[in-house]
């Protein structure tokens, strides 16, 4: 396959779905690239809150819902690898092979940071999960542990409550960092307990987890406890998805895309739109909103230079 397309999306999350809306109702031939399912990190939110008009919404019909109003809208999905991306020339390499546009935009978004303790790769599906929305119900009626104090933890955290017989949050410093809405749910929900300054150091077991070593943040001391047969759910924040245009693109000091005002790359008509740029606040929301922006100034782009 070698195709050339005027807006070329890639990732398939809310960035580039909306993106893929804008470009499309503006005439444009539109072709978003996605290596897994679409919907990004946000399909796998069991309970969206937050979202403007639409609270208590899932994550997996919201992005459903999304996915079928850019296709309605003239936007083609193609779910496949990506194996390289020339951002100078706007050209993806694919696993079906070549494919440029006019106009490139990068919705990549990010994926979950690992705490990086002996164990953790090793029981990664076998105890260890990065998403509650994907694997709680294998511990349905189970002990669980949750490492994290942020909102993502929280969240997932009152969710993994409704499926286990208890959770137990495992927070490095003294305090949550989670909203204050989410923090008082979390803290009068009979079968969640937050333990403060603890740290999961290590993870052992044979075929699956077993057993868990927990550090003390302050003093240091270490405490082995037994959980055969628990999951261990991390959520300590994310880290951006790309790896793809290392050395290609300007970025920060943390590898994520820095933009202009119109989201514009360090290389013109490149576009970058939700988690996988530098901003303040990573949500939904936000995320829609840098869609909406990239796509109407890769159009504009276009404009300019025919």
Known sequence: MERHVQVLILGA????LTAGIYAARAGKQVLILEHALPGGQAALTAEIDNYPGLPGIDGVTLMQQMEQQARSCGAELLCTGVRSVDPASKTVETDRGSVTGDA???ATGAVPRELGIPGEAEFRGRGVSYCAACDGFFY???DIYVVGGGNSAAEEALHLAELGSRVRLLVRKNALKCDQAIRE???RHQKIEVYYHRELAEIRGEERVETLLLRDSETGELTQVPAAGCGVFIFIGYRP??????????MDENGYLLTDEQLQTSVPGVFAAGDVRRKELRQIVTAVSDGAIAGAQACKFLSDVV
């Open 13 to 16: 999350g809310c960035a580039g």
């Open 185 to 187: 749910r979390l803290l």
């Open 241 to 250: 998805a790309a790896a793809l245009f290392a050395g290609k693109l300007e």
């Open 104 to 106: 490139l935009i990068l």
């Open 140 to 142: 349905r009626g189970k």
